[in-house]
């Protein structure tokens, strides 16, 4: 099983990598991807709009990425149109995470629809971690590592996106702009695991426990936003993937009603950086699930 899902995560990463490249050298390219053939009834409208916000949030490689994502899942037994469009919808939203760049882009979007009429300032909390990790790799480990010496790479500052003066609107083009290097990112790398890990899963429901596939689809609601709630979100995703569902998938719980479980686990999450009623939610599960098994044998 663990062979699998390493090939799975590899065919991710070729991927990402093969419009990464294609992104940076062909960087005005401005030609959305066709609509994959064979799409489900009804689907064509939300396919549609998440390659908009694809090609807006970063280009067309990678609103052709998704597209490449989404063929996995076309015509595959068990996939009826309404799981797929929800697969579209959170995968479009996922892969257009916000950062500091996408805050950017969007201020400055709002700016040029108004003509430049709406002048405003915004003010938005980041972490220096979460900051440094929207560059290069090789940018970001030097940073990280003196943020990491100092103790501040927790450290919270206010970063402003205004559009009141000349100065703050050439600040957000400049900003926008790095967007080109978005893909080189650690945040990137870090997104593209969870993407294809969360395909992953949806695809094993699908073999393993058919019934269980809309919930595994809804837990990309997981993760919101940026900062603190966003790492909480994606602590508590892997907490239930890790503890209940891939178990189930390798055979190693015998959880029938994966669905439910996921659901009782999703409503003991609290705002809690320990977990504590999440991790005593699973292990109940898990018990449950365990005696069950014990008492049918």
């Known amino acids: 099983m663990r062979m699998r899902e390493t090939s799975a995560s590899?065919?991710?990463?070729?991927?990402?990598?093969?419009?990464?490249?294609?992104?940076?050298?062909?960087?005005?390219?401005?030609?959305?991807?066709l609509l994959p053939l064979?799409?489900?009834?009804?689907?064509?409208?939300?396919v549609s709009e998440g390659i908009h916000l694809l090609m807006d949030y970063q280009g067309a490689s990678y609103a052709s990425l998704y597209v490449e994502r989404l063929q996995r899942f076309i015509g595959r037994q068990g996939v009826e149109a309404a799981i797929?469009?929800?697969?579209?919808?959170?995968?479009?939203?996922?892969?257009?995470?916000?950062?500091?760049?996408?805050?950017?882009?969007?201020?400055l979007a709002a700016y040029n629809a108004s003509d430049g009429?709406?002048?405003?300032?915004?003010?938005?909390?980041?972490?220096?971690?979460?900051?440094?990790?929207?560059?290069?790799?090789?940018?970001?480990?030097?940073?990280l590592m003196v943020l990491g010496k100092l103790g501040s790479e927790h450290r919270r500052v206010a970063i402003p996106f205004s559009t009141v003066n000349r100065w703050g609107?050439?600040?957000?083009k400049i900003e926008a702009w790095l967007r080109r290097w978005r893909l080189f990112s650690i945040r990137y790398a870090q997104e593209r695991v969870w993407v294809e890990r969360w395909l992953h899963m949806i695809a094993r429901a699908l073999v393993k426990q058919p019934q269980a596939v809309p919930a595994v689809v809804e837990t990309a609601t997981m993760m919101r936003g940026f900062g603190d709630p966003y790492r909480r979100g994606l602590a508590d995703w892997h907490a239930i993937i890790d503890g209940l569902?891939?178990?189930?998938?390798?055979?190693?719980?015998?959880?029938t009603d994966l669905a439910g479980a996921i659901a009782e686990a999703r409503a003991a999450i609290m705002p809690d950086a320990r977990q504590i009623a999440l991790?005593?939610?699973?292990?109940?599960?898990?018990a449950r699930a365990q005696a069950a098994a014990d008492d049918a044998a």
């Open 245 to 255: 569902a891939k178990p189930t998938f390798d055979g190693d719980l015998p959880l």
């Open 10 to 33: 590899d065919d991710g990463i070729l991927s990402s990598l093969r419009y990464l490249f294609a992104d940076f050298l062909d960087e005005e390219d401005t030609t959305p991807p």
């Open 117 to 143: 009429r709406i002048r405003s300032t915004e003010i938005h909390r980041f972490r220096f971690d979460e900051l440094v990790d929207a560059l290069p790799e090789i940018a970001a480990n030097p940073i």
């Open 279 to 286: 991790k005593r939610a699973i292990a109940e599960i898990r």
């Open 38 to 46: 064979g799409l489900p009834e009804g689907a064509e409208a939300v």
């Open 169 to 172: 609107i050439r600040r957000l």
């Open 84 to 107: 797929f469009c929800d697969i579209a919808r959170l995968m479009a939203r996922r892969m257009a995470y916000e950062d500091a760049i996408r805050v950017a882009q969007l201020k």
